[in-house]
C-alpha cells in the first residue's frame, strides 16, 4: 500500500482514537468531575471488578474495546515507524522495521482482542 | 507520510528536537511526537495489564494492585495530559493539511509573508483549550 494511503488511515484512525478514547477517559479517569452511570454502576471505582464485569457485559464495550485496540496500533506504530524513517535508514532497515512493527501490531491486537472477548465471555458469565 | 526523495535528515535527532527559527509550531511538532512516543508506550503496558481481566477477579485484582501507589497515579495524569495536548493538537494539523486555517493563497511579493502567521490563532487557541483540559482533567484526577 502506497505511504499517501497510509497516511489517511493514519489520520482516520486518530480521528476513531479521538472519539473513542475520549469516551475511554471520561468514563474510567474523570468519572470524580464528570460521573456518567456507566463508570460506576456499582458504587466505588471504575476499575473496581464489579464495575468492570458490569460494563464488561455490554457488546458496545467490547465492539469499541477492540475497534479502538487496532486503531491506536495502527497509528501508534505508523508513526513511530514515520519518525525512524526519516533517519534515512537503508532499505533492509527499512524492511526489517515493516516487519517487526506489522508483527508487533498484529500480537498485541490479538492479545488485546483475546483479553476483549474473554472479558466479555467471563462478565456474561458473572 | 510522503516519501522523503529531498533532503535526508542529517541533523538526525537535533532535527528532531530542536525548533531553530521555525518558531512555536515547530515546538509543537516536536511535543507532539514526544506525547505519541510516550502514549504509545503506555498503550502496549495498558493491554498487558489490563488483559488481566479475561483470567478473572483475582488476576485482575492482583494486575491493579502492582500499579497502585503515587507514582503511578502521577504518571497516570501524565498520560492523559499527553492525551489532552496530542488529540487536540493532531486536530489542528488535520485541519491545517486540509487546508483549513491557513489563509488564501497571496502573490510571493517581497518582503515574503508565512502562512504561519495565518495558523498561529489556530495553534495558540487549540493549546489553550489543551491546557484547560489538562487542568480540569488534574482536577479529576486529584480527587
Known amino acids: 500500500m502506497r505511504d499517501q494511503h497510509l497516511w489517511t488511515w493514519h489520520i482516520g484512525a486518530g480521528a476513531v482514537i479521538l472519539v473513542l478514547l475520549g469516551l475511554h477517559m471520561t468514563i474510567m479517569h474523570l468519572d470524580t468531575i464528570l460521573p456518567l452511570a456507566i463508570s460506576t454502576p456499582q458504587g466505588g471505582k471504575p476499575i473496581d471488578w464489579l464495575n468492570v464485569v458490569e460494563r464488561g457485559k455490554d457488546v458496545f464495550f467490547l465492539v469499541t474495546y477492540v475497534l479502538l485496540l487496532g486503531a491506536a496500533l495502527f497509528h501508534g506504530f505508523y508513526g513511530l515507524r514515520n519518525i525512524l524513517f526519516e533517519l534515512n535508514p537503508g532499505a533492509g532497515t527499512k524492511k526489517t522495521l515493516n516487519g517487526l512493527f506489522l508483527a508487533a501490531g498484529f500480537v498485541l491486537f490479538a492479545v488485546g482482542t483475546w483479553a476483549a472477548w474473554a472479558g466479555f465471555t467471563v462478565a456474561r458469565g458473572a | ?143
Not at chain 2, 31 to 49: D, E, K, M, N, S
Open chain 2, 1 to 143: 507520510m510522503i516519501e522523503n526523495k529531498g533532503r535526508p535528515n542529517r541533523l538526525g535527532l537535533k532535527g528532531w528536537l530542536g525548533g531553530g527559527r521555525w518558531g512555536f509550531e515547530r515546538y509543537l511538532y516536536t511535543l507532539h511526537r514526544l506525547t505519541g512516543l510516550g502514549l504509545l508506550a503506555y498503550f502496549v503496558l495498558h493491554i498487558v495489564i489490563t488483559s488481566s481481566r479475561a483470567l478473572g477477579e483475582h488476576a485482575w485484582a492482583r494486575a491493579m494492585g502492582s500499579v497502585t501507589g503515587p507514582v503511578f497515579r502521577v504518571g497516570e495524569y501524565l498520560v492523559f495530559a499527553a492525551f489532552a495536548f496530542h488529540a487536540l493538537n493532531g486536530i489542528r494539523l488535520a485541519l491545517v493539511e486540509l487546508g483549513f486555517a491557513i489563509g488564501n493563497p497571496i502573490e510571493p511579493v517581497y518582503p515574503y509573508r508565512t502562512s504561519v502567521d495565518e495558523q498561529r490563532p489556530l495553534a495558540i487557541g487549540v493549546m489553550i483549550f489543551a491546557a484547560i483540559l489538562a487542568i480540569v482533567g488534574g482536577i479529576g484526577f486529584l480527587k
